[in-house]
Structure formats: structure tokens, C-alpha cells
């Protein structure tokens, strides 16, 4: 008797569903490292492109001529990463860095590094909108209090520039975890890579393919629902209680009455 769509999947499941688990536990792993280093690159790159240099710097001195070519070569890998495929990035870096100096590294390893400098391509310029975002006044007023550039960014500026990004960051997640099918093409045992070995071994397309599919939009849905819930917490309560408790208007009124 001929297997209906119904059976297939059963079987798919019954037979390969460590396959699939394997693979989406690479997918994972090399998304959220990929995420996580990929934000500090771009928080290291957004920090150092909004770094302002004073009037009194001459137009030739050292630091401004460094820092200008620091900014000019961050600007060039941001551009070559955002205006390329990661496909592409990932066989020219994979493949070219083991043509030209013999390194065959993990492919693990590669698709970890490969995510992690394309997201830090994307980040670097969202965490330049955050920090510019921030209230100019606020940095002025630090700055008045006697606050460097540093000190004014890390107690001041970053903790609200986080808070700003944080959805631009976990959309980066979302998005890693799907693009990380491409690495398939260096080898990589993401789950896509493991779909295909799948379709390869029972001779399917469409039934490997469908649990695929529910697997990626079960992490994304999850992971999207843990990201908003994260979010709520850090925005805090929607009302706040006058010292913490709901009679002391009341207390503060009489007390107000007794002194009149």
C-alpha cells in the first residue's frame, strides 16, 4: 500500500527526528553566537564612529588623521558586508581563506564567524542610530558636570542606546536563525543541511522540506515571544505608586491640612 502525505510525515519524524533536532540545535548555536558577538562588534564600531572630536584638535594632528581612517576602513566593511549576500561571504572567506593559506577550519567555527561579522555589519549601524537617538541635552548635561566622553557613554548615553536597539537586535536573531540555511554551502550541519540529507536518503522533497518549515517558524515564533516579554520587563510597570504605596497622597493631603 502506497504512503499518503500523513504517513510520510510519521515517518519522517519517527525515523529522522534527530536529524532535524541536530540540525536545529546548530541553527541555534550558531545564531545566538553569531548574534551576540556580531552586537559587540557593532556596538565597538557605533561607539567609535559617534567618538566627537573637539575644535581644538588640529585639522593634521595624529589623532584626527587616525581617526579618520579608522572610520574610513569601518565604513568600507560595513559596506562590503551589507552589500553582499552572506552566501557569497561565506564561500569566498571559507573556501578563499583555505586556498590562500591552507587553514581548513570547523565549519562550525567558519559559520559562527561568517554570521558574527555580517551581523556586526548590520548592528554597527543601528547602535549609531541609538546613540544619536539619545537626547543630545543629556550628554551636554554630563558633560557640564564635569563627565569625559567615556564616562558620559557608559553611565549616560549606551544603557538608553541598548534599551533602543534591543528590538532592532532581536529581529537580527530572528533573521540569523533563518539565514543560516546558506552556510549549507560550506558545509555546515544547520538544519537545512540535514533537510536535504533527509530528502537525499527517501528519495522526498515537499514532506522534509513542510517539517522544516515548522521548526524554523516554531523557533522564530518562540523566540520572538521571549524577546517582547524581555522587552515589557525592561520598559517597566505601565503606572508607578507615589513612595510605593497608594495611600500616601492621601497621608501627604492631611498632613498638608494639619500644617495650614
Not at 569601518?74 to 591552507?102: D, K, N, S
Not at 558636570?145 to 534599551?163: A, E
Not at 530528502?199 to 515571544?225: D, N, Q
Amino acid at each position: 500500500m502506497e504512503k499518503t502525505f500523513y504517513d510520510w510525515v510519521v515517518y519522517i519524524i519517527e525515523n529522522y527526528g534527530v536529524w532535524f533536532l541536530k540540525g536545529a540545535g546548530v541553527t541555534l548555536l550558531i545564531a545566538l553566537t553569531g548574534t551576540i558577538i556580531g552586537s559587540i562588534f557593532g556596538l565597538l564600531i557605533g561607539i567609535i564612529k559617534t567618538i566627537p572630536l573637539s575644535n581644538h584638535v588640529g585639522r593634521f594632528s595624529p589623532k584626527r588623521i587616525g581617526l579618520k581612517l579608522v572610520n574610513i576602513l569601518l565604513t568600507i566593511y560595513i559596506e562590503v558586508f551589507r552589500g553582499t549576500p552572506m552566501i557569497v561571504q561565506a564561500i569566498v572567506i571559507y573556501y578563499g581563506i583555505a586556498e590562500a593559506w591552507g587553514i581548513n577550519w570547523d565549519p562550525i567555527v567558519a559559520g559562527i564567524f561568517i554570521v558574527s561579522i555580517n551581523t556586526g555589519a548590520y548592528m554597527s549601524e543601528v547602535v549609531r542610530g541609538g546613540i544619536q537617538s539619545v537626547d543630545k541635552g543629556q550628554t551636554e548635561a554630563a558633560h557640564a558636570i564635569g563627565m569625559t566622553h567615556w564616562q558620559t557613554m557608559l553611565h549616560v548615553v549606551l544603557p538608553q542606546t541598548i534599551r533602543n536597539i534591543l528590538p532592532a537586535t532581536g529581529n537580527e536573531f530572528v533573521i540569523n536563525i533563518k539565514d543560516t540555511a546558506v552556510l549549507n554551502v560550506i558545509t555546515v550541519t544547520e538544519l537545512f543541511f540535514m533537510t536535504k540529507s533527509v530528502s537525499g536518503a527517501i528519495y522526498k522533497t515537499y514532506e522534509p522540506f513542510l517539517v522544516a518549515a515548522s521548526i524554523y517558524l516554531f523557533l522564530t515564533l518562540v523566540i520572538t515571544r521571549i524577546l517582547r516579554y524581555v522587552e515589557k520587563r525592561m520598559d517597566g510597570p505601565s503606572s508607578y505608586t507615589i513612595f510605593g504605596s497608594s495611600t500616601m497622597p492621601e497621608q501627604i493631603l492631611k498632613r498638608g491640612e494639619q500644617i495650614v
